[in-house]
């Protein structure tokens, strides 16, 4: 007899079958929740909220540029692209200035990015200090189901990012860069 090697998520998924095997099937989901909304102006409303999350939001018809001159305002010289991402350790990225990601999807009524496995490993946007991130407008939704419409179990983990990682103690003293990035700039262009 051969052994099958068995994963810790298989087996305890397995589990969980084993356990359900003859119970009723769960109801209905209702789904009457608000899919969309109408707003004059999607992407200034993104700009808004990003922006109130302590992030610098600008506008850009050329995101190159934009991006060349977010990384020198804040003196990033080392930076790294998500195809340049060799497997890198923590310390490896930690020494990194920044690093410069698109999105999957940007949520306007929260002020919300969204990544994916195509902006890279998660590791690479909570390590370094600065995440640059270009939004292209039609990327930009109003709401969350929206988003989620959007979106592909197949793309693999999701982040979802809303402004620069922040915190606050007991006393409600505000603390930066704790789980993330302590900067982080949106660059909003057209297209790339």
Same mark, same amino acid.
């Given at each position: 007899m051969v052994a099958v090697a068995v994963t810790a998520k298989e087996e305890m998924l397995g589990r969980i079958r084993d356990a359900l095997a003859g119970a009723p099937a769960p109801p209905a989901v209702p789904r009457e929740y608000r899919r969309g909304a109408q707003y004059d102006d999607v992407v200034g409303l993104f700009e808004e909220r990003v922006a109130d999350? @302590? /992030?610098?939001v600008r506008r850009a018809g050329n995101a190159e540029s934009a991006v060349r001159e977010a990384l020198a305002e804040h003196h990033a010289e080392r930076v790294l692209m998500p195809g340049d991402d060799r497997g890198l350790t923590a310390h490896e990225l930690d020494a990194l200035d920044g690093v410069v990601t698109s999105c999957e999807v940007a949520i306007a009524e929260t002020g919300t990015i969204v990544l994916s496995a195509a902006q890279g490993r @998660? /590791?690479?946007?909570l390590v370094p200090d600065l995440h640059v991130c270009v939004v292209e407008e039609p990327r930009i939704v109003a709401t969350v189901p929206e988003a989620l419409e959007r979106l592909s179990p197949a793309s693999g983990p999701l982040t979802f990012?809303?402004?620069?990682s922040a915190t606050s103690d007991i006393e409600l003293s505000r603390v930066e860069g704790v789980h993330g990035p302590?900067?982080?700039?949106v660059i909003i262009t057209p297209t790339l």
């Open positions: 999350y @302590r /992030a610098n @998660r /590791a690479i946007t990012v809303a402004g620069p302590r900067r982080l700039e």
